[in-house]
Structure formats: C-alpha cells, structure tokens
C-alpha cells in the first residue's frame, strides 16, 4: 500500500471503516504510514483498489483488525473474507480480533470468529469483540 497514500479510493475505503468521529482519515493514514506494528494492505482488481485491511500486531502474538472496508458494489462477493484470510496468512498470529457493529458481526460469524457483546459504548450502538483463534498445527 505504500505508493497508494494518496488515493482517493483509499480514503473512501478508510471512512467506510471508522467508527469513530473523532478519529479521522488523514490521521489514521499517518498511523501506518508511521508502522509502528501496524499494517494496511489492499486488493486491487483491473488496477482499481476495492478493499482494505488495516491491522496491528501486538507482542503475545494477537493481531487485531482495525479497520475492513470493501467498495459497496463488491461487498458479499468474498473480498472481505479473503482480506481477512490474507493477514492470517501473512501475519501467522496465535489470535485474531476485531470489534465490529451488528451491522457486519454476522459477517465475523461467517468465517468463524466468536462473539461477544461489548454493549453500547456510545448510546444506542452496540459493539461487538470478534474473537478467532488461529490452529497451532
């Protein structure tokens, strides 16, 4: 992703996947552009960025999703899901994370992440913690 900072698909990407206000887009391309653990890639099709996924990896071995966005016309075609399985491929961690709304927690469910309700950590908003844990053999 890095000769890809200044696309404006990338930002589009990115808002899909805020769920803060607060947090926003210029600052969270300054996150990992800065690395510090924590990496995005892309998926690219006929040269057109479609999907992201953003992540860091912490010491023990966790890597957690921070930011998952597919462009509304490829969204349950299998990108999200293969965005997903490319971090556990590249990454190889004992454990991975998300927190998602009720909006796509059942897409977490689908690929076999375990759920649990944070409550609503702003009013009238659910969150949730998607919880895979990684095979060892």
Known sequence: ???????????????????S???????TIA??????GRSLYGYEEE????GIVGFAMN???ELKIEHLAVEP???????????????LDKKKPALLTAETDEDAVNFY????????????LCPGVERFKCIYTVDSE
């Open 1 to 19: 992703m890095t000769n890809r900072w200044d696309d404006p698909l990338l930002r589009d990407l990115l808002q899909y996947s805020i769920y």
């Open 21 to 27: 206000d607060a947090e926003n887009v210029e600052d």
């Open 31 to 36: 996150a990992y552009m800065a690395g510090n």
């Open 47 to 50: 040269g057109e960025l479609i």
């Open 59 to 61: 010491g023990t071995g």
């Open 73 to 87: 016309d490829f969204r349950g075609l299998g990108y999200g899901r293969g965005l997903v399985l490319e971090a």
């Open 109 to 120: 469910r689908s690929i076999g992440f375990e759920i649990e309700s944070l409550g609503e």
